[in-house]
């Protein structure tokens, strides 16, 4: 396809420009003139206007008008509507450098918005394109880290879906404990970002609903005994028992569980096309860049070191029927997308005695000595897998 040269410069001109549209009920043009042409905020100057005496003359239908700022200029349109509102069209051209362009286009729209606000004029925004433009380099951030949220938590479970395992379970229990056709990892594309962080972050895995009965003969109990009774009451989510201890000495300042509520309402901003200035801009993403490292580094720890123990256990910590119940109330996804593996693990309660001996002679699938190791770790535990809290003993529970 062939561009003529005044077409080309049409197209040029609508990539390197921003514009911002304000409409306003609360006061009529001339009035809105007066204002523009007497502040002090910003240097505003009528453009091509009639003259009387070196006064411009009073406008009713429309105006246009430079404003200079911090040595750039930006255009100012107003427009009377037939409802009595008016319209404000202000557009910055820039020649290169879009990021540098927008910023500097939102700093004078702040301080446009301080000239209305100054003057008590109400108004709403009906278009922003530094916003979109914004919200446009945010978007795939989100991406990444919804991706990667969304990872760790299948890498988390992929243990329990080795085709080789389950063959072998399923001929030794006689066709009674079955995870073929399960598939929780594929499923866990069905949660939502405020799904995986309910998942991850706000679950308490440790839920006391009767504290009498819980203490109930406290005084007979010993020091260790004691210390396991208030380890316990504690609320422990996902992310303290399972993913935390791959940041290292991080986890106690993890960007990531400090800050996940701020990062949903940033994506929710993203996403439902809320004004996005540069500040905020700036924040959601420094915010975004810490948590994907960090992640990151919990996905490349589990790929060393995840196995089939830590697998058992997180799903045996959430097969408890007071936390699938309280899935249910909390989202039906969560519940829908959990409660299969839930229901065979607890299953597998029922069952597991016969399965030992065939558990013992069970030929892995050749992965690495790390899993090997774990697998076997996981058959002198496998008779735990109805313990609210498995591995309650000091030692092993502070290796978790």
């Not at 450098?97 to 000239?115: I, P, T």
């Not at 972050?201 to 839920?207: A, Q, R, S």
């Amino acid at each position: 396809m062939n561009i003529e040269k005044g077409q080309l410069i049409n197209l040029m001109d609508r990539y390197l420009n921003f514009k911002v549209e304000l409409l306003s009920g609360d006061i009529e043009i001339s009035r809105f003139d007066e204002l523009l042409l007497s502040t002090d905020i910003v240097n505003i100057h009528p453009y091509k206007r009639i003259q009387v005496n070196g006064i411009p003359v009073s406008v009713t239908h429309s105006a246009q008008y430079i404003a200079t700022f911090e040595t750039e200029e930006y255009r100012i349109a107003l427009a009377a509507l037939p409802l009595g509102n008016v319209k404000v069209e202000i557009t910055y051209e820039y020649l290169k450098n879009k990021f540098v362009s927008a910023r500097k286009f939102g700093n004078f729209l702040s301080k446009f918005k301080e000239l209305l606000g100054k003057n008590k004029i109400r108004y709403s925004i009906i278009s922003n394109e530094i916003s979109e433009y914004f919200a446009m380099r945010l978007y795939p951030k989100f991406q990444s880290y919804e991706t990667k949220l969304r990872k760790i938590f299948i890498l988390a479970l992929s243990p329990l879906e080795d085709k080789k395992v389950i063959g072998r379970i399923k001929e030794s229990s006689e066709g009674k404990i079955d995870f073929t056709n399960i598939n929780t990892t594929g499923k866990i594309e069905e949660l939502g970002i405020g799904e995986l962080h309910d998942l991850i972050f706000e679950i308490n895995l440790n839920p006391v609903d009767d504290y009498h009965n819980f203490f109930r003969d406290f005084e007979l109990r010993n020091e260790f005994e004691l210390k396991k009774l208030i380890d316990s009451i504690f609320p422990v989510t996902v992310w303290d028992r399972f993913f935390s201890k791959f940041l290292g000495d991080r986890k106690n300042d993890s960007i990531l569980q400090k800050n996940y509520h701020d990062i949903r309402k940033f994506r929710n901003d993203v996403m439902h096309f809320h004004t996005i200035s540069y500040r905020y801009y700036r924040r959601a993403e420094v915010m975004l860049i810490k948590a994907i490292e960090e992640l990151e580094i919990i996905e490349n720890s589990m790929l060393q070191s995840w196995d089939y123990e830590s697998a058992r256990r997180l799903m045996n910590d959430l097969s408890r029927q007071d936390l699938i119940n309280s899935f249910n109330k909390l989202s039906e996804t969560i519940y829908k997308v959990i409660k299969p593996t839930t229901e065979t693990i607890n299953n597998m309660n029922r069952v597991m005695q016969p399965l030992l001996t065939a558990i013992n002679n069970l030929q892995l699938p050749k992965i690495d000595s790390n899993r090997t190791r774990a697998f076997q770790k996981m058959v002198q535990t496998f008779g735990e897998l109805g313990l609210p809290n498995p591995n309650l003993d000091e030692d092993k529970y502070n290796n978790v």
